[in-house]
Nanobody, 121 residues
C-alpha cells in the first residue's frame, strides 16, 4: 500500500499563502492519481483538487480556482498544494489522498493524517 504524510499547515492571515506537501512511501508513487480534500469542524469532507498520475490533468473545485495550484514531483514522491489569497473559509484540516481524480472521497484508496490550516481575518 501507499503511506501519505502531509505537512506545511499552519496559521496565516487572510490574503496570505501556504504550501502543503504530501510525501508518499510504499508502492510506486507515479502510478497513482492524487487528490486533496479538506474538512472543517462539524462539516463533511470536501473535495479540493486532484491531479493525474502524469500531472497533465487537474480538476479544481470552483471555490479554489485561481487561488490554489496542485503539482507533483514523482521523482521526490511528493504532491504539493500551493494556496494563495487564502480566505477564512479555507480554514480546515487538509488531507491528501491517493487512487482517484474524482470528487468522491470513497473512491480514494489511501489517506494521510491531515494537516491543519487556519486563516484569520
Amino acid at each position: 500500500q501507499v503511506q501519505l504524510v502531509e505537512s506545511g499547515g499552519g496559521l496565516v492571515q487572510a490574503g496570505g499563502s501556504l504550501r502543503l506537501s504530501c510525501a508518499a512511501s510504499g508502492r510506486t508513487f507515479s502510478s497513482y492519481n492524487m487528490g486533496w480534500f479538506r474538512q472543517a469542524p462539524g462539516k463533511e469532507r470536501e473535495f479540493v483538487v486532484s491531479i493525474s498520475w502524469g500531472g497533465d490533468f487537474t480538476y479544481y473545485t470552483d471555490s479554489v480556482k485561481g487561488r490554489f495550484t496542485i503539482t507533483r514531483d514523482n521523482a521526490k514522491n511528493t504532491v504539493y498544494l500551493q494556496m494563495n489569497s487564502l480566505k477564512p473559509e479555507d480554514t480546515a484540516v487538509y488531507y491528501c489522498a491517493a487512487g482517484s481524480t474524482t470528487m468522491r472521497a470513497k473512491e480514494y484508496d489511501y489517506w494521510g493524517q491531515g494537516t491543519q490550516v487556519t486563516v484569520s481575518s
